[in-house]
């Protein structure tokens, strides 16, 4: 069991190692507590490593092919057979950056989980959802096949729901998991319809073999409509974003910034179904404007929905339906120019600021959303009125909670200015309005979080709450987003043409995608 | 037999109890069956561990959820469907060790479940497959165990309300 074997193989270890631990733990609970802990922990740092290392090989490499049960793992068409039928994993660029997002995030949650819900009853179930949330994120991820990607959206949505009802004694956890259950199998039906008309069509399922063949017949744009309009409500973009606040808020705090991950999972396909899927064959124009407008009203209506709220996770929540609008924007343009002249420009450029921003705000909404279940750990309220002074007794959670304000508002040398910078300067040149809009949110949204601070950390003690730090896990598990912070922050270009330009790549370059497992284009 | 399910006044009545006490093993065997011939009829694990599960769900009709919870309890359950889970995910990874892929199909050949069936259509032959009849019996376990269990957690709850 060589390097070289695990590389080759990652793909399907990355599933499948989560997938059995999340099996076992129930039976390891049973067992002994603390050893579940342990095993929990383990199995997430184990995944993490196998990322880096399969995210490295493929960022200094090229694409990662995986064709389950075939006697070899890049042999995806079998001899008997024309087209791709085995299930095809393809770790592109793209996958192995959304992969990375989605372990470490995981990773950081696990070790917050193990003091946040210490109290709770459950827990065995408890760790094998988050697993399986894992599972669902890295199967969308890496997936190549749309079935697949069907089936690992609903195992994604069915662990999430029953995780945002885990405290289930808050009558309102209960409503927001309800509501996330149902806007996600509407999600998820109208994802099986569209998947129908692609099948029916054209007997494939593999989405690179797919792509080679796909007209933009009036049931191809029947389908890319469902495909658009499911993913971009589970992805939380105005107007399909009424779930976000509700169940963001009630949900654990660990689960809420897995959430985020999860939300990002599904905008992830979502630009793999534009680009890798469809690509050139549809209407660039006008498929990006209508997502650049997806990206505006969820910017501008997120940020403003946020500065009235009174909760903590709720004005938090908001905040992430407004980021999502950056991304939307970021990679709006690029589908917009996909095909021009300007695409290699700014376009490319564009591309990469939304494609950074999915990963910044993974790591600073996710640090947010831990921070606000550090406040509500201690003194067991969201309401942002009935809270003040933390500061002196929380430090290590104020500097956290500085840290990701700081960054999710735009404010250099945070990360989120780098990415942030890149959309407006590459926006500008298709509309200056664009540009002045994110602008615009973008000071909003420090307004927003300077409230936050001064009536959650400022002022005199408070006096009926326990003082003192949170739990050293929950200190690590913040630690992990914050160091990731600072170093996207101080190494942005680095991190540009290391990690996030071959991510754009791979989203840009549809014939290399196909190429890739059907054969030249 | 008499004894003991009069013992208890939850249920339906003793008729009912002594019936379904008889016909439980029968549909046990039918969901056996179902799950069995998966590979090669209609049917497999998920319909076959549904009508097991709807044996148990049966039993819970007629002997009453606590009753039921005593003989198998939801604990027991929930052990029985993560053992399927983790069967399933197991011969799945062995075709690492066995063969070249994760789930390949490495018992092809083999003496259980390896025999290559002649080509054209014949009364199906059990011993075929590979390590789908085994994948089959994992998913069926796995609903047999899930699936009581979510009925049996729902009737307890709905005992306590009343």
Redesign the interface.
């Known amino acids: 069991m060589n390097v070289d074997w695990l590389l080759t193989?990652s793909p399907?270890?990355l599933i499948?190692i989560p997938?059995?631990a999340?099996?076992?733990t129930?039976?390891i609970d049973?067992i002994n507590k603390k050893a579940r802990d342990a095993f929990v922990i383990i199995v997430l740092i184990i995944a993490e490593i196998i990322m880096i290392a399969l995210a490295w090989d493929v960022f200094t490499g090229s694409a990662h092919i995986?064709?389950?049960?075939?006697?070899?793992?890049t042999a995806t068409i079998p001899s008997q057979a024309a087209v791709p039928i085995r299930i095809v994993l393809e770790v592109d660029g793209m996958g192995a950056f959304m992969g990375l997002i989605s372990t470490t995030v995981s990773l950081a949650a696990g070790f917050y989980s193990l003091a946040f819900v210490k109290k709770e009853t459950g827990q065995g179930r408890y760790y094998t959802l988050l697993l399986l949330m894992l599972v669902g994120m890295l199967g969308m991820e890496f997936t190549g096949d749309i079935f697949n990607l069907f089936v690992f959206l609903e195992v994604l949505s069915m662990a999430s729901a029953a995780l945002i009802a885990y405290r289930f004694y808050y009558g309102d956890a209960v409503e927001g998991a309800f509501k996330y259950c149902v806007v996600s199998s509407l999600g998820a039906l109208m994802v099986l319809f569209a998947i129908g008309l692609l099948y029916g069509q054209y007997d494939l399922l593999n989405m690179a073999a797919l792509a080679k063949v796909i007209e933009y017949t009036t049931l191809d744009k029947i389908a890319l409509v469902l495909l658009i309009a499911a993913f971009a409500m589970k992805c939380g973009a105005v107007p399909m974003h009424m779930w976000t606040p509700d169940s963001y808020t009630v949900a654990p705090a660990p689960i809420t910034a897995m959430l985020v991950a999860a939300s990002q999972a599904s905008l992830y396909a979502l630009f793999r179904i534009c680009f890798s899927l469809y690509g050139l064959t549809l209407d660039v124009t006008t498929v990006g404007i209508i997502i650049i407008a997806l990206g505006l009203l969820s910017m501008f209506v997120g940020v403003t929905m946020a500065l009235p709220q009174k909760d903590i996770k709720r004005l938090m929540s908001y905040h992430a339906v407004s980021q999502t609008g950056y991304m939307l924007l970021g990679v709006g343009v690029g589908l917009y120019l996909l095909g021009k002249s300007d695409f290699d420009t700014y376009g490319m450029a564009a591309m990469e600021g939304g494609i950074f921003h999915i990963i910044n705000h993974a790591l600073y909404k996710g640090l947010l959303f831990l921070t606000a279940g550090a406040i509500f750990y201690k003194v067991k309220t969201r309401n942002l009125n009935e809270m003040g002074g933390l500061a002196h007794s929380m430090k290590f959670t104020t500097i956290f909670f500085m840290i990701g304000a700081l960054a999710i508002a735009g404010i250099p040398p945070f990360n989120g200015f780098a990415s942030k910078l890149l959309i407006y300067e590459s926006a500008y040149h298709v509309s200056p309005i664009l540009s002045i809009i994110a602008m615009l949110v973008s000071i909003i949204t420090l307004a927003s979080f300077v409230k936050v601070f001064h009536s959650a950390f400022m002022g005199p003690p408070m006096e009926n709450a326990e003082a003192g730090e949170v739990p050293k896990s929950m200190i690590i598990g913040m630690a992990i987003l914050t160091v990731g912070i600072i170093l996207f922050g101080l190494f942005p270009g680095w991190v540009v043409s290391n990690i996030v330009h071959p991510a754009a790549q791979a989203l840009a370059a549809q014939a290399g995608y196909i190429g890739s497992v059907a054969g030249g284009a | 037999m008499s004894e003991k399910t009069n013992g208890n006044s939850e249920g339906l009545s003793p008729i009912v109890k002594v019936i379904s006490g008889m016909i439980f093993p029968f549909i046990m065997i039918f969901s056996f069956y179902v799950i069995m011939h998966g590979h090669l009829t209609p049917g497999g694990g998920f319909q076959g561990g549904a009508i097991g599960a709807s044996a148990i769900v049966m039993l819970i009709v007629a002997f009453g959820a606590r009753h039921t919870e005593k003989r198998a309890g939801e604990e027991k359950l929930s052990l029985f469907e993560s053992i399927g889970g983790t069967l399933f995910i197991l011969v799945a990874i062995l075709g690492f060790i066995m063969a070249a892929t994760f789930m390949s199909n490495f018992l092809v050949g083999s003496a259980i479940f390896g025999e290559i069936p002649p080509f054209g259509s014949n009364p199906g032959i059990l011993n075929t497959g590979g390590i789908l009849p085994i994948l089959n019996f994992a998913v069926g376990m796995k609903v047999i165990g899930g699936l009581s269990a979510v009925v049996l957690a729902m009737a307890l709850v709905s005992k306590e309300d009343d």
């Open positions: 193989h399907a270890l499948a997938l059995l999340a099996f076992l129930p039976v049973r995986y064709t389950m049960g075939a006697s070899n793992p």
